[in-house]
Nanobody
């Protein structure tokens, strides 16, 4: 059973930083994982993705401010978020692709396993 559990969300002032973690189990790291976010009434959007074979991909809106990383020994995916803006406010989800897929992508359709999400609120 694959399980993804996010943590690290919270409220932060604009310009501040937060670090999200996603602990996973029952999953091999020889694939791609990613972070997504969603606000009520809008579609879930990709934020950052990385593959164990190499490569990272960021949405234009977060490029230069967010960093995705992984510690396979701790079975944890991270998202370091700096210079946060009000528009970064959303529920953030960790996701993993099925074992048969290796695609560096920010499209939700490539991902099979999802966490429950952690809320990030940025205020001015």
């Amino acid at each position: 059973l694959v399980q993804l559990v996010e943590s690290g969300g919270g409220s932060v002032q604009s310009g501040g930083s937060l670090s999200l973690s996603c602990e996973y189990s029952g999953y091999t790291t020889d694939n791609c994982m990613g972070w997504f976010r969603q606000v009520p009434g809008k579609e879930r959007e990709g934020v950052a993705s990385m593959c164990s074979v190499g490569g990272t991909l960021y949405a234009d809106a977060v490029k230069g401010r967010f960093t995705i990383s992984q510690d396979s020994g701790k079975m944890t995916l991270y998202l370091q978020m700096n210079s946060l803006k009000d528009e970064d406010t959303a529920m953030y989800y960790c996701a993993a692709q099925p074992e048969s897929t290796v695609a560096l992508s920010l499209k939700t359709s490539w991902y099979k396993y999802w966490g429950q999400g952690t809320q990030v609120t940025v205020f001015s």
